[in-house]
């Protein structure tokens, strides 16, 4: 058996987001999101199933934070809901900005660290034009302010957006996520106002608190050819690694988008929505980069009716519409997989994390966070609700030794969250997928921490796991 510690300092934590636990969507003032609206479209998203009550974290929240206490998390990172305190991008909600910084003094007074996410996807729904619209970039700006007045003087770690692929072409190309769009030019549009609006935040936030500690999370994958020897292979994990990952990166570290992604998505926009200057701003500089890893892709551009794309809960078909107009598909390896259908490599996560330390994050004197990483499992409660999730334990172990493998290797990997304290809405897959290490019974919302919850309470007492 091997221990392998972390360093003093590293960070040991958990993640939601708003709309996926708090429910109360129409309470004290709330109007509603993009997901308010697109959970009643037809077929959206899976059972029919609505954040309306989700975990009711609204009105739970006290007892979740001493939860959080009582299974040892030393930081804790969740969203601050836009349509809960600006309501209808209209007056902000004093009742929605107090319920956040009720949640900071709880989390305060159980001596947890706040790490606040400025936007994890839910959009008042009456902003015109959503994030293909500039002047939404302009109203994050407003929102950033109002949420820093309200909580800087306690929050001292803040990020402008989760995913910003997720809330871009996933949902403007792909029409998986709310809105549920599938135009390429709108979500080249939207990819580009979500990096201006988190630019255009973080200097604004900076201005307001010169010693806070600023960044973003981005959902990054690693791109391998299905055939390092084939060109087509290769450049198919070239696209993806450019549309997934390095289409956010370059801009934020290097101040312009990659010469070949622009060239891929010839056509799509980029030239009708970046103006000048923009791209000074979304590159202002931050302090730290979250990094959000479930798994890696292998890739193959040779069509194939063994690839075929996979049916979503919605009925729309996962493909690839957002890598330029060359087929590309994911092909399996025959790893083992979770209960959505993804594949686990932890090897992954080490060279994502050393990856990113040695082009971007390293040079620019950014610390790395794994902001999210964890599985949906086939979780089976016995009959007092508990949950012996081996199958989860062993994954988040093997993750965890990824990361210490990183920062063996020198990546200045800071802390690790876990994804996700609670089973909650997951989106398109609704509450048919749990995530959590906590478990949630929806009829009682009774809590039952899982054999996960523990593991990870002694890892981080421990600040070290064994394997």
């Not at 994890?120 to 619209?133: E, Q, R, S």
């Not at 990054?220 to 994990?237: I, K, M, N, R, Y």
């Not at 062993?394 to 493998?405: G, I, M, N």
């Not at 919850?453 to 890892?459: E, G, K, P, S, V």
Request: glycine fraction near 8%; charge should be negative.
């Amino acid at each position: 058996m091997t221990t392998y510690q972390f360093p003093p300092s590293f960070l040991w934590g958990s993640a939601t987001a708003a709309f996926q636990i708090e429910g109360a969507t129409q309470e004290d003032g709330r109007r509603d999101s993009i997901w308010d609206t697109f959970c009643r479209e037809p077929g959206a998203v899976f059972g029919g199933h609505d954040g309306t009550t989700a975990c009711d974290h609204y009105h739970r929240m006290p007892g979740d934070v001493a939860m959080m206490a009582d299974l040892g998390l030393q930081a804790y990172r969740f969203s601050t809901s836009w349509s809960r305190v600006r309501p209808d991008d209209a007056e902000f909600n004093p009742a929605g900005l107090d319920f956040y910084s009720r949640l900071v003094d709880e989390l305060l007074g159980h001596g947890i660290t706040p790490l606040v996410t400025l936007y994890h996807w839910d959009l008042p729904a009456a902003m015109p034009g959503g994030w293909t619209n500039r002047d939404t970039a302009y109203r994050f700006v407003e929102y950033a302010e109002k949420m820093y007045e309200t909580l800087g003087d306690r929050v001292d770690i803040w990020t402008t957006l989760n995913e910003p692929w997720c809330s871009s072409f996933l949902s403007y190309a792909c029409g998986e996520h709310a809105p549920g769009h599938t135009d390429r030019r709108e979500a080249v549009s939207a990819a580009h106002h979500l990096l201006l609006a988190h630019g255009l935040a973080t200097a604004r936030l900076r201005e307001l608190a010169p010693d806070a500690t600023l960044g973003i999370t981005l959902n990054q994958t690693v791109a391998d050819p299905v055939d390092p020897s084939s060109e087509t292979d290769c450049d198919a994990a070239r696209r993806v690694d450019g549309a997934f990952n390095r289409v956010f990166l370059d801009p934020i570290f290097r101040g312009a988008y990659p010469a070949d992604v622009l060239e891929d998505m010839a056509g799509f926009g980029f030239e009708d929505v970046v103006r000048p200057g923009d791209l000074e701003v979304i590159s202002t500089p931050i302090d730290l980069l979250g990094v959000n890893y479930y798994h890696g892709d292998a890739l193959t551009g040779t069509p194939s009716d063994d690839y075929a794309p996979t049916e979503l809960p919605n009925g729309r078909l996962s493909g690839s519409p957002y890598v330029g107009s060359e087929w590309v598909q994911s092909v399996p390896r025959g790893l083992p997989v979770t209960d959505q259908g993804w594949e686990i490599q932890p090897e992954g996560l080490t060279r994502l994390l050393t990856h990113l330390h040695e082009e971007y994050t390293g040079p620019a004197g950014v610390a790395l966070y794994v902001t999210e990483n964890g599985a949906a499992m086939p979780d089976e409660p016995d009959e007092n609700g508990f949950v012996d999730d081996q199958d989860r334990v062993s994954f988040v172990r093997d993750h965890l030794v990824a990361v210490h493998d990183a920062i063996r290797q020198g990546a200045d990997v800071r802390g690790y969250f876990v994804w996700s304290l609670m089973d909650n809405f997951e989106w398109a897959w609704g509450y048919e997928k749990r995530f959590g290490i906590v478990r949630v019974d929806y009829d009682t919302q009774v809590r039952t921490p899982k054999a996960s919850a523990l593991f990870f309470r002694d890892a981080a007492r421990d600040n070290g796991v064994r394997r």
